[in-house]
């Protein structure tokens, strides 16, 4: 994939120089690719000049630009690069509020990705309702398959758990985290065994013994059987 994208690059510079809409395209696949693949450095580079790019360009904030925050954004948080990701994500989410719709895959990702710099922040009050709502609005758009449900619940549950809330709604988070992965991933999954083993190391917190073993012993056994 990496060489492909880099032969349609020169094909595109070529024809259309390196600051058009067709090539920043190609280099923001190009930079997603690279990050995927490890090589971090190179990629957060790519994304830094297609960013740079779209915002020296006339026309404002358009969805290519957020786009393009965002991926920049994600790259320096997953490299725990946490001061410079926290400004740039919480100005791609602002943008993305005033200039696309509530819906739009692009504000989603940006939004959820500014709950996680809150979360890193322990900013916890401020990132749960930002999680709910990405997460119902993007289950609700795009099915319940989609990776980023998945870490919004994840993410839910992790701020209950910080914010102290009540059992039953940190057991409820768990519960639906766990049902969502066996779903997507299958009962076996390693995904899966990790959320089912977290719900049962959750439920002897709030002493519900029986079915907590019932979930160690099933995680157990898929587990052997996979050996």
Known sequence: AEATLRQTLAVSERLHGRSHPDTLAVLGELSLTLSASGQVEEAIAVSREVLAARTAAPGGADRATIRSM???????????????????????????????EETDSARLTAEHNWASVLYVRRRFAEAEPIYERVTRLRRARDGEQHPDVI??????????????????????????????????????????????????????????????????????GARRAAL
């Open 70 to 100: 965002v991926a920049l954004g994600a790259q320096l948080l997953t490299s725990e690069r946490i001061d410079e990701a926290e400004p740039l994500l919480e100005q791609a989410a602002s943008l993305a509020a005033t200039h696309l």
């Open 151 to 220: 870490r919004g619940l994840e993410g839910l549950l992790f701020v209950r758990r910080e914010l102290g809330r009540p059992p039953e709604a940190i057991e409820a988070a768990a519960r639906e985290v766990a049902r969502t992965k066996e779903a997507v991933y299958g009962p076996e999954h390693p995904s899966t065994l990790r959320a089912r083993q977290n719900l049962a190391g959750m439920l002897t917190e709030y002493q519900k013994f029986d079915e907590a073993e019932s979930l160690i012993r099933a995680v157990l």
